[in-house]
């Protein structure tokens, strides 16, 4: 997971490196990587991220980006309904899922904030699941 991404220069170099690191201690399979997005500049570069050899996912860092807005999206939409119901994150989490299935990678919803209730964690993978990618990518549990 490479956190903070701002730009799909930033990205390229961190995944070159790894590959390149990859291959230097001799490990013979890819390293994946997971491109998480917090930032207004890497979603505005969501499709262009997608697209890089060596990117997986793309995962939505929803606190970062509420707190990127500065007040503009209120500390309701980090947790459900608002998180599925205030415009421009879910504007953020379809145009990641978009840019994924553009370029045949798995997207990735922020994290459930839940952490008694087993059946909201589900109801949330479920909603974004069924709402925001149309496929079981969402759903991880971790």
């Not at 799909?8 to 390293?31: K, L, N, P, Q, Y």
């Not at 996912?57 to 500390?75: R, T």
């Not at 045949?104 to 087993?118: C, I, L, Q, Y």
Request: hydrophobic share 45%; charged share 20%; aromatic share 6%.
């Amino acid at each position: 997971m490479l956190p903070k991404v701002r730009s799909v220069f930033d990205a390229a170099e961190m995944v070159t490196f790894i590959e390149a690191s990859r291959c230097e201690f001799g490990i013979a399979h890819a390293i994946p990587c997971y491109l998480l997005i917090e930032t207004h500049s890497a979603l505005a570069e969501a499709f262009k991220l997608a697209a890089l050899p060596g990117v997986e996912s793309l995962s939505f860092g929803l606190m970062d980006f509420v707190s990127a807005h500065n007040g503009a999206i209120p500390d309701s939409a980090m947790c459900w309904p608002g998180q599925f119901d205030h415009p421009l994150v879910r504007r953020a989490k379809l145009e990641i899922a978009a840019a994924c299935h553009a370029h045949g990678k798995a997207p990735s919803h922020n994290v459930s904030t839940e952490v008694r209730d087993m059946s909201v964690v589900a109801n949330d993978a479920a909603r974004a699941r069924n709402e925001l990618c149309g496929c079981e990518a969402s759903i991880r549990i971790r």
